[in-house]
């Protein structure tokens, strides 16, 4: 079955460290690929989104991801957290013809403290 | 422009009631789905619709009904809640660019206790 994993469930870091956050799907062919934030009590919002170019992609709020075809892989990055970006984090995948239909992995919640 | 609004926000249910989450766009997207998020599980796609009419099921879809009758609105009906249906409920839509998927947007969510 087709899959989207996320490796930390949860994560706990001080601001101004740097963080990282990895997805790994199990999809062939080609993909897109989404990280979407919650924040607490609050809806998804997308972070950043992948379709074709650049495997470098910049999102909103200093975050940024990487796609690695090789390893199925679509890591999220951030040089420097901040308090407020605590919140849950989700890779999500879909497929160019999948009439919006997304797989999202199980999220990870990430906690920065002062 | 509202984008997607679901309302209720909370509702509490009894066992065996039946009752309608109400999803509105206003962005004229073909596209759009019910996921429900449980804790360490993510979003698990519940039903979607690829326009008005079309509707399919996702991978969670047992206990839930959709119809599509506009493009505007999307409604999930619970036809005899159950405890294991407690969980906050994600309506979203989107559209194509090019032949191809973009993003998904996402309404509040309405969080359902089913007791």
């Known amino acids: 079955a087709q899959s989207v994993s996320q490796h930390n469930h949860h994560v706990i870091l001080s601001e101004a460290a740097s963080l990282e956050l990895g997805c790994n799907y199990s999809y062939g062919g080609t993909v897109n690929l989404f990280w979407y934030v919650q924040y607490p009590g609050q809806h998804l919002q997308l972070l950043l989104k992948y379709f074709s170019g650049d495997p470098l992609v910049k999102g909103i709020k200093g975050f940024e991801a990487e796609f690695i075809k090789s390893k199925f892989s679509f890591n999220l990055r951030k040089p420097s957290v901040q308090w407020s970006d605590t919140a849950e984090y989700f890779c999500a995948v879909s497929r160019p013809d999948s009439w919006g239909k997304l797989q999202f992995g199980a999220g990870t919640q990430v906690v920065v403290t002062p | 422009n509202a984008g997607v609004t679901q309302t209720p926000k909370f509702q509490v249910l009894k066992t065996g009631q039946s009752m309608t989450l109400q999803c509105a766009q206003d962005?004229?997207?073909?596209?759009m789905s019910w996921y429900r998020q449980d804790p360490g599980m993510g979003l698990r796609l519940i039903h979607y619709s690829v326009g008005a009419g079309i509707t399919d099921q996702g991978e969670v879809p047992n206990g839930y009904n959709v119809s599509r009758s506009t493009t505007e609105d999307f409604p999930l009906r619970l036809l005899s809640a159950a405890p294991s249906q407690t969980s906050v409920y994600f309506c979203a839509s989107s559209y194509d660019r090019e032949g191809m998927n973009t993003e998904a947007f996402f309404g509040q969510g309405t969080r359902l206790t089913v007791v």
């Open positions: 962005m004229n997207h073909e596209y």
